[in-house]
């Protein structure tokens, strides 16, 4: 993990040899955004417990740096060891966790630990817990209240010591709700929950994770000096909604720089969609509530009283 100072605040990225350039993993994460002081004030309250955490966010927003800045600020010396569910075969998904013995599948001369045994003494990092097929989830919630793992083929179980760390992209209560999540392992992760915003939601995030990009992206296209943002550009990044988050936010700095050809990037360099001027947007949803139902209507007067009054207060 590379903790830098951005604009008076850490930033948090990966380090070089996990800097893969077809992740769709959110590259770096600040804490500049009121919002994001608070997280990282939690962060670092959670991260020396004995206390398994749940990360809960949007795809794109940083859960997994988050997660090694967890194990980062810990006192576990064991591996960071880092797994993405959705992607671990369901036919296998024992065997993957939790190891294997010599002889267990065939053509296997050789014994395996599992990423939970590979995390002994460290930290396991599960992305999306919530794709792990039922029963793998109540054999994980033994091992980790037993503090051993049985591999496959094994008659014994070995004793670990492992902290995990879970994230979710949907809200896990609802997958309880719907049968899909095991409410005893929900149960086991509530202890200790960090809420990432998204980057919509940290305003103050933005025009740094900005400038971080360019700082990157510059030098590898040989730019002499990285280009500055122009006052409508930082505006235009502030206004968009980014439902892609940090990637999102990657992805339009880079296109800015290839079609830029100064030493400025414009609002038209970012490539972003063309949305409507507050003023014109809430002209739009004043209309829109006109032509609804007579409490909406209602509810509709009683905010626009409120406002004259604001705005008189105001010009007072």
């Known amino acids: 993990m590379s903790l830098h100072d951005t604009f008076g605040q850490p930033l948090l990225t990966f380090p070089e040899l ?17 919002r994001s002081r608070q997280l990282r004030a939690d962060l670092e309250r959670l991260a020396p417990l004995a206390l398994p955490v749940l990360i809960r966010g949007e795809t794109g927003t940083g859960k997994e740096l988050l997660a090694r800045q967890i194990h980062r600020a810990s006192d576990r010396g064991g591996l960071f060891v880092s797994v993405n569910c959705a992607a671990i075969s369901p036919t296998y998904a024992d065997a993957e966790l939790f190891g294997y013995s010599a002889g267990a599948h065939s053509g296997t001369a050789s014994s ?4 939970f045994g590979s995390a002994n003494g460290g930290t396991l990092y599960l992305d999306e817990i919530a794709d792990l097929p039922l029963p793998i989830q109540i054999k994980l919630l033994a091992a980790l209240e037993n503090r051993e793992v049985t591999r496959v083929g094994a008659q014994q179980p070995n004793p670990v010591d492992v902290r995990l760390v879970a994230a979710s992209s949907i809200e896990l209560a609802q997958a309880v709700a719907a049968g899909k999540f095991h409410p005893r392992l929900y149960d086991y992760l509530h202890e200790g929950q960090l809420e990432l915003p998204a980057l919509r939601e940290r305003i103050g995030d933005i025009l740094p994770l900005a400038e971080y990009f360019i700082g990157i992206y510059s030098p590898r296209l040989n730019l002499a000096l990285p280009p500055l943002l122009t006052d409508a550009a930082q505006h235009a990044l502030e206004r968009h909604s980014w439902p892609g988050n940090t990637r999102e936010l990657e992805n339009v ?9 100064g030493e400025e990037i414009l609002e038209q360099h970012l490539n972003l969609p063309q949305t409507l001027a507050p003023l014109a947007a809430l002209e739009q949803q004043l209309d829109a509530l006109l032509r609804g139902s007579h409490s909406e209507r209602e509810g509709l007067k009683a905010l626009l009283d409120k406002a004259a009054l604001r705005l008189t207060q105001l010009a007072g």
């Open 112 to 115: 395996r630990a599992g990423w």
């Open 18 to 34: 996990d800097k893969s350039p077809l992740s769709i993993r959110a590259k770096a994460l600040v804490f500049v955004d009121p």
């Open 253 to 261: 700095i880079h296109f800015a720089l290839l079609v830029s050809s």
